[in-house]
């Protein structure tokens, strides 16, 4: 059974730092696409940035800059640094990846459960 689980959510003021780790776990065959999303209270989920298996990254425009992703092969993690902090990134923080279970297995897209990162003074 494969699973993803989030780390590193928290509180944190305005302008601080918080570092997200998403770790999947079970037996798979690969791993593709990996990302982030985020959802506010109130409003859609919405994309957050995304790394491919080969390191090619892509951010909302809102965080660019102040974010970072990034992935570990080997370990089958996904990281985001989040700098610069601001209330307007609170948000429950999904991470997702796009794999396959075995060779021969459609490519599917699973995700976690989420981690609360909440900015405020």
């Known amino acids: 059974q494969v699973q993803l689980v989030e780390s590193g959510g928290g509180l944190v003021q305005p302008g601080g730092s918080l570092r997200l780790s998403c770790a999947v776990s079970?037996?798979?065959?690969?791993?593709?696409?990996m990302g982030w999303y985020r959802q506010a209270p109130g409003k859609q989920r919405e994309l957050v940035a995304t790394?491919?298996?080969?390191?090619?990254?892509n951010y909302e425009d809102s965080v660019k800059g102040r974010f970072t992703i990034s992935r570990d092969n080997a370990k089958k993690t996904v990281l985001l640094q989040m700098n610069s902090l601001k209330p307007e990134d609170t948000a429950v923080y999904f991470c997702?990846?796009?794999?396959?279970?075995?060779?021969?297995?459609?490519?599917?897209?699973?995700g976690g459960r989420g981690t609360q990162v909440t900015v405020s003074s």
């Open positions: 790394i491919t298996s080969g390191g090619n990254t």
């Open positions: 997702n990846a796009d794999l396959m279970l075995t060779a021969s297995s459609p490519r599917g897209t699973y």
């Open positions: 079970g037996s798979i065959f690969t791993v593709y696409a």
